[in-house]
C-alpha cells in the first residue's frame, strides 16, 4: 500500500532552534517525494522535492531508503517558517499526502 | 498569469442537492487532478483529468464525477450531497502527465453541506 505517515500534528520551537518535521512513507518501488508548505491564508506550494536535492529557504530533505524515510530539516528556525507542511509521495498519476504537520516557532 | 483559480471561493449547500466546482488551470498545463481536504487531514486524491479523459481516480463513491473541457479547464460534480462531504477542494494543475513536474495548487473552494 501507498502511504505518508507524519506522526507529529503540531512542533513547536523557538526562534533559533533547529527543526526537523518528520515524514515517513510506504510504496514500492522508487519513490518521488516532495515537501508541500501552505502559510497562512495562501495556497499549497511546493517546497522542495528529493530529485532536486535542493535547500529551500534553508529547509532540506534527505531520502533514506533503508528507513523510508524523508524528513525535513532545517538548523535554525525562523518566526516566518510557521506554517503548515505536509510530506507527499507522487505515484503514477496522484499525489498522496500525510496529514501534515503544523509548525510554531516561537519568539 | 494567476495561476490556478477556482471558483466558487464559498459554498453552502444542502443534503440530497448537487453541487459543481470550476477549476481553470495555470497557462501551459494540460493536466488537472482533484483533491478533497476534511478538516485536519491532507489532502485526498480524487481523480485526474488529461486530454479531457479521466485518467485515475481515488477510493471516492461514483458522487464524484469530473469533466474536463478542450480548453483544459475542469469541474468536478458530486451529486447527493452528504454532510461528509464538506471540506476543501482543491484543484492542481500540471504540465505534463507522468512527468515529475511539481502541481500547482489552487486556494480551493470551501463547500459546506448542511
Known amino acids: 500500500a501507498q502511504r505518508v505517515t507524519q506522526p507529529e500534528k503540531l512542533l513547536s520551537v523557538f526562534k533559533g532552534a533547529p527543526v526537523e518535521l518528520k515524514c515517513n512513507y510506504s510504496y514500492s518501488g522508487s519513490p518521488e517525494l516532495f515537501w508541500y508548505v501552505q502559510y497562512s491564508r495562501q495556497r499549497l506550494q511546493l517546497l522542495l522535492r528529493h530529485i532536486s536535492r535542493e535547500s529551500i529557504k534553508g529547509f532540506t530533505a534527505d531520502l533514506n531508503k533503508g528507513e523510508t524515510s524523508f524528513h525535513l530539516k532545517k538548523p535554525f528556525a525562523q518566526e516566518e517558517d510557521s506554517a503548515m507542511y505536509y510530506c507527499?509521495?507522487?505515484?503514477?498519476?496522484?499525489?498522496?499526502f500525510g496529514t501534515g504537520t503544523r509548525l510554531k516557532v516561537l519568539a | 498569469d494567476a495561476g490556478v483559480t477556482q471558483s466558487p471561493t464559498h459554498l453552502i449547500k444542502t443534503r440530497g442537492q448537487q453541487v459543481t466546482l470550476r477549476c481553470s488551470p495555470k497557462?501551459?498545463?494540460?493536466?488537472v487532478s482533484w483533491y478533497q481536504q476534511a478538516l485536519g487531514q491532507g489532502p485526498q486524491f480524487i481523480f485526474q483529468y488529461y486530454e479531457e479523459e479521466e485518467r485515475q481516480r481515488g477510493n471516492f463513491p461514483d458522487r464524484f464525477s469530473g469533466h474536463q473541457f478542450p480548453n483544459y479547464s475542469s469541474e468536478l460534480n458530486v451529486n447527493a450531497l452528504l454532510l461528509g462531504d464538506s471540506a476543501l477542494y482543491l484543484c492542481a494543475s500540471s504540465p505534463l502527465i507522468f512527468s515529475s513536474y511539481e502541481q500547482y495548487f489552487g486556494p480551493g473552494t470551501r463547500l459546506t453541506v448542511t
Open positions: 497557462s501551459g498545463h494540460d493536466t
Open positions: 507527499a509521495l507522487k505515484g503514477t498519476y496522484k499525489y498522496i
